[in-house]
């Protein structure tokens, strides 16, 4: 080999290796990038229910969900970002009802009793394959009484009627797997009453997710004690009724289910119906990509192993 064919065998060499060298660090590089995305996808350490109830104290019967720690990165990064929209006020053919139906992702409809329409909306959201929730109707602090429609509770009932009023609303609504609070400020701190409340529900296999229209609610502290998953509202969609304010509430939390993982959030039927209805249609459009737009059953389900178990009435479907 003369001088000028050594020369060019080196330096072919040194580009070979050079392209060994380089992918070598590609490859390196390249593991490390994926070890830590899917460690900000799982995110050690954060339990999903210390988010949902916001009482990081609080003992979560069943512990994490297997799903979050088992299999590493998820085939679909969305299962970990999740949004249950539970739509209150259902069963009083109420404004916005058949579009909230048409929603084309899983929502919760939360259903009031002895209503004209508590049994067709009910049917109609199962059959759409959503949940359906009870609205109980419970009194407030503040507000009037003709607003909490018929069978609610209210601060002077008796234990044993508490009781025959829970049982007889969760007759009255087909394929109920939960229920929630139509108002009830007053009533949901009130822990004599939610306590004959919470024993119902679990006596029927139902959860109970607490609205949230009091601070000083007791319903968290007393589900844990009962083993109940502790599971409340985060955000309301619609206390403004316009579609910018909406929007707002949507975008808090898109951002709480992106940076938390899980975020519930309450809108309604009647009143703000068109707008709450339209602003979830464009807002589940916009984010499902994201987030996945799961029922509240899910949630109950993954978060704290707690399987709806819904014990039928005699008149229930
Ligand atoms: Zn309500």
Redesign the pocket.
């Known amino acids: 080999m003369n001088k000028a064919g050594r020369k060019g065998w080196s330096c072919t060499w040194k580009f070979i290796m050079s392209v060994v060298l380089t992918g070598t660090i590609l490859m390196v590089y390249g593991t490390g990038l994926s070890a830590s995305s899917a460690e900000s996808q799982l995110r050690p350490g954060q339990a999903p229910e210390q988010i949902l109830t916001g009482q990081s104290s609080m003992q979560v019967p069943g512990g994490p969900a297997s799903g979050h720690t088992s299999s590493g990165t998820p085939a679909d990064p969305s299962q970990h970002k999740r949004m249950a929209i539970i739509i209150?006020?259902a069963g009083n053919d109420m404004k916005g009802t058949s579009e909230i139906l048409a929603t084309p992702v899983k929502l919760t409809l939360a259903v009031m009793p002895f209503l004209q329409t508590t049994k067709k909306d009910a049917i109609a959201a199962h059959e759409k394959g959503m949940d359906v929730i009870v609205?109980m109707p419970m009194e407030p602090n503040k507000g009037r009484p003709e607003w909490l429609g018929p069978g609610a509770i209210t601060s002077k009932l008796t234990d044993e009627e508490v009781r025959d009023r829970v049982e007889k609303a969760i007759d009255e609504v087909p394929y109920a797997v939960g229920m929630n609070n139509?108002?009830g400020s007053k009533i949901t701190s009130d822990k004599r009453i939610m306590s004959i409340v919470l024993d119902v529900c679990r006596e029927r296999g139902l959860f109970f997710v607490d609205s949230r229209t009091n601070f000083r609610s007791v319903v968290g502290e007393l589900a844990i004690t009962k083993n109940m998953p502790p599971v409340g509202n985060d955000i309301f969609l619609d206390d403004h009724n316009s579609k910018p304010h909406i929007r707002k509430q949507m975008d808090l939390a898109a951002k709480r289910a992106l940076d938390k993982d899980v975020c519930v959030v309450i809108g309604h039927v009647g009143h703000t119906g068109l707008n709450t209805s339209a602003v979830v249609h464009e807002s589940v459009s916009r984010l499902k990509g994201q987030i996945e737009f799961v029922g509240i059953s899910d949630l109950v389900r993954d978060v704290w192993h707690w399987q709806a178990e819904p014990k039928l009435p005699t008149d229930n479907k």
């Open positions: 209150d006020d609205h139509h108002m």
